[in-house]
Structures are given as structure tokens and as C-alpha cells.
């Protein structure tokens, strides 16, 4: 917002003294402010719907419409004002990889695709705060999946119907891609607009972010699955595991440095994040699929006959997208456009393996049962 309301690039120092300021503002709602999480996280879905919708009438209305296009040149750049037909939207291809097969390209487009499944294992790390969390968990997952893809599925065709130059976008100087699009589509003032509302969902979002991990670390702890139980398992007077809370603050403001020394090794490091998300979803898929009698009672939500299948045939997919997302995702390949996540995807292995060496196998035997 700074850069096309005030026409100045923000310099990396900045930028992570952002991440640090929403980290640390996240961190100190979880520890204090628990009882409104949850209504956070309500005024947080309505305001994804109707921000969506916003985005969408915003874009479809205000971007304009040639019949003929133009070419207005705007700060020294070339920008061809239009508003796309249908055949554009879904049967254009554009390849700025630099990779000659069009296979590949499409399969390069599904790593974006995927980050919309990740965060849904979210309603199951807070399930024990939720009254009938075997029933209302399961179906939170499917709910989060299910409303990303409708509200994406919305956003994204609005966004390609707006969207004035892709080359344009790809060659920007903002720090958000995306607010090149909003700018050449709708002009600075509604591109604040845009921004704002985009900003507050993932704000928002990185609040339920820290909640979540904060629970996770109390599951792990209670379940001597991680170290210094006690600390962890501690809650303040909030009723909130403050040292889950600030260990994530802590790990979050630690990652964002390193932007300041390398662009290649922070997008490693998201790279890696969203690999290890895939690969926890591996884990209990693997569980069903080579061992399916290991979960003696199913729950309430189950998928019946048809659960050993759609297990194999998530155990698949799952397994392609974390090789997927290694390789390298433009051509020729050089030192500052190598995907460096399987060097972290390493990195995170080997805590593990320690982990477990040192710790783990010595102290957990399973999940402790916490009622009768």
C-alpha cells in the first residue's frame, strides 16, 4: 500500500519489519485477547466472502473495456488497457518460464493451486476446544476447502477477465505482484481499496495462524512428543499456552530476516513450508492406506467403502505435488532461480530425525487420552 500510495519501492528492511509488526501483533492477541479468537475467526470468514466480493464487483466494473485495444504509455511503460473475452480467460496460454514444454508449464500451475488446501488442518488443531470436534472438525476441513475453492474460483476469474498485461505484472516493481494488476485494472485509489481488504484477511489470518500452532506445540508437549512439557503445556491466566504462542512468534520473526540477506533463501524457506505441510498430510494417509484396520473405530465422518480408494488416490497426488514443488520452476536454471526447498526440506529433516533420536522415541508411545 505504501508503494503505489506514496510511488516509493519498500526496501527489504521494511518489508520485514512488516512480517515482524504482524508477528508480534498476532503473538500478543493469541496471549491476551483467546476469548475473541473464535469471533475473530467468524468476522474473519465473512469478511474473506465479502471482501471477495467486493474484489470481484471492483475489478469487473471499474477495469476498463475496449472494443479496440490501446496502448497508453504510463512512467515510461507500455500498457495495453482492455478488458478480456472468455476465449482469454480459458483458453490462453502464456509461458514466462522459459521451459519449452507446455506439459510441464501446466503442471508448474497447480503449485499456486495447492497452497489453497493448506491451512485446512487448521479446525483439527484446535479441535479440542470445540464441542463435538469428531463431527465438526472434519467437516471444518471440508467446509475451508470447499469455500476456497468457490471464493477462489470467483476472485480468479475476476482477476483474468481484469487483468490488463501479465507482462506487466511479472515485470513490476511492487512487492505484491498482485497490485500491479489492481493498479493497471482500476487506478491507484481503488487499488488501496483492493490492498486494504487483502491485508486484513491476512492479518486475520496470520492471527488463526499463531492459534493454531500454539496448539499444536501443547498437543506435542502433552503428548511427550516434544521437549520441556511443562513450559509447554503452561497457560497464563488468559487460558492461552503463552510459550507455544512466542516460540511461533519467535520462529516467524527468525524466518523473515533471512529476506533481508537473500530473496532466493526466504522463498526456499515458504517453499519447504508448503512441502512439510504436504508431507503431515502424507502421514496419516500413508497410515490408511498401508495399514487401513489401524483405526479399530471410525468417527462419525468416515467415507465408508470408498475410504481405502480416495486414501490410495490422495496418497498419490500427494506424493507427485511434493516432487512437484522441488524442481525448478524456470529455464535456464542459474544460482538465483534454483528451487532451493529440498535444501530445506533437508534442513527440516534432519531437526526431525534428531528429534526422535534424542527425544522422541524414548518419551512417546502414542497419544495420551485425556477423558474416560
Not at 470445540?130 to 467437516?139: D, H
Request: hydrophobic share 55%; with cysteine.
Amino acid at each position: 500500500m505504501a508503494e503505489v500510495g506514496q510511488g516509493r519501492s519498500l526496501t527489504r528492511v521494511e518489508i520485514t519489519t512488516l512480517a515482524w509488526a504482524v508477528n508480534i501483533t498476532s503473538g500478543i492477541v493469541n496471549t491476551i485477547g483467546t476469548k475473541a479468537i473464535g469471533r475473530m475467526s467468524t468476522f474473519n470468514v465473512w469478511w474473506t466472502f465479502g471482501g471477495t466480493f467486493v474484489l470481484v464487483i471492483t475489478l469487473l466494473v471499474k477495469a476498463p473495456v475496449k472494443v479496440n485495444c490501446s496502448v497508453v504509455q504510463i512512467n515510461s511503460r507500455l500498457i495495453v488497457f482492455r478488458k478480456n473475452s472468455a476465449a482469454f480467460v480459458f483458453t490462453n496460454y502464456e509461458n514466462f518460464t522459459g521451459w519449452s514444454s507446455r506439459g510441464f508449464v501446466v503442471l508448474l500451475g497447480f503449485l499456486q493451486a495447492i497452497y489453497t488446501l493448506e491451512g485446512c488442518e487448521t479446525a483439527a488443531q484446535v479441535a479440542e476446544e470445540a464441542k463435538r470436534a469428531e463431527l465438526l472438525a472434519p467437516l471444518a476441513v471440508v467446509g475451508s476447502i470447499a469455500g476456497s475453492w468457490f471464493i477462489g474460483l470467483a476472485y480468479m476469474l475476476a482477476l483474468l477477465f481484469s487483468v490488463q498485461s501479465i507482462a506487466n505484472v511479472q515485470a513490476t516493481t511492487y512487492a505484491i505482484p498482485i497490485a500491479q494488476l489492481f493498479y493497471d485494472a482500476v487506478g491507484p485509489k481503488l487499488t488501496l481499496v483492493c490492498l486494504v481488504v487483502v491485508a486484513f484477511a491476512q492479518v486475520t489470518a496470520s492471527i488463526t495462524a499463531f492459534t493454531a500452532s500454539s496448539r499444536l506445540f501443547y498437543a506435542l508437549a502433552r503428548d511427550n512428543a516434544f521437549p520441556a512439557k511443562e513450559k509447554f503445556m503452561a497457560l497464563n491466566r488468559f487460558q492461552a499456552p503463552y510459550w507455544g504462542v512466542w516460540t511461533s512468534v519467535l520462529v516467524g520473526c527468525a524466518l523473515s530476516c533471512a529476506y533481508i540477506g537473500s530473496a532466493v533463501a526466504f522463498n526456499a524457506m515458504l517453499s519447504s513450508a508448503a512441502i512439510s505441510v504436504m508431507l503431515s498430510y502424507l502421514q496419516p494417509i500413508i497410515i490408511r492406506v498401508f495399514w487401513p484396520d489401524s483405526l479399530a473405530e471410525p468417527g462419525p465422518f468416515n467415507l465408508g467403502k470408498w475410504s481405502w480408494s480416495i486414501n490410495l488416490v490422495s496418497f498419490l497426488f500427494c506424493s507427485f505435488i511434493c516432487v512437484l514443488f522441488v524442481l525448478p520452476t524456470a529455464y535456464p536454471v542459474d544460482e538465483l532461480n534454483m528451487n532451493y526447498a529440498i535444501l530445506a526440506i533437508g534442513g527440516v529433516a534432519v531437526i526431525v530425525v534428531v528429534n526422535w533420536v534424542t527425544w522422541g522415541r524414548h518419551s512417546f508411545v502414542g497419544p495420551v487420552q485425556t477423558f474416560a
